[in-house]
């Protein structure tokens, strides 16, 4: 049976009628075209315009940290960063002590039977 196909491009009334066929015909035959993320975004950044925010204590920003406009932190405060850093200096010599006690007796008592 030979291919049910054709070479050359369809006549403008052929293409109507296998649209209207289509059962997708009253869905999709409209082109719409629809506000963007992007357009929305750019709309409210127009509407209204970024204003720096002053903190009303200085003092304050600088031991326990800014927030952003939205929540997000900013930047950290002197008290977090010694909070971290205290943890961070007990965290690891605490890990280096068990370390050494745990290689401690396992070599250790390997010398002693020797």
Do not use: C, H, W
């Amino acid at each position: 049976m030979p291919p049910v196909s054709r070479l050359g491009p369809l006549a403008a009334e052929e293409r109507t009628a296998l649209l209207r066929a289509s059962p997708l015909y009253g869905k999709y035959e409209k082109t719409v075209d629809r506000e963007s993320a992007y357009e929305k975004l750019k709309g409210r950044a127009e509407a209204k315009p970024a204003e720096p925010q002053q903190s009303a204590n200085p003092v304050s920003d600088l031991l326990f940290g800014k927030t952003g406009p939205r929540g997000g932190r900013q930047s950290q405060g002197l008290l977090e960063a010694m909070a971290k850093s205290t943890a961070r200096t007990i965290g690891s010599e605490l890990g280096r002590q068990i370390l050494r006690g745990v290689l401690g007796s396992v070599l250790g008592a390997s010398r002693k039977r020797r």
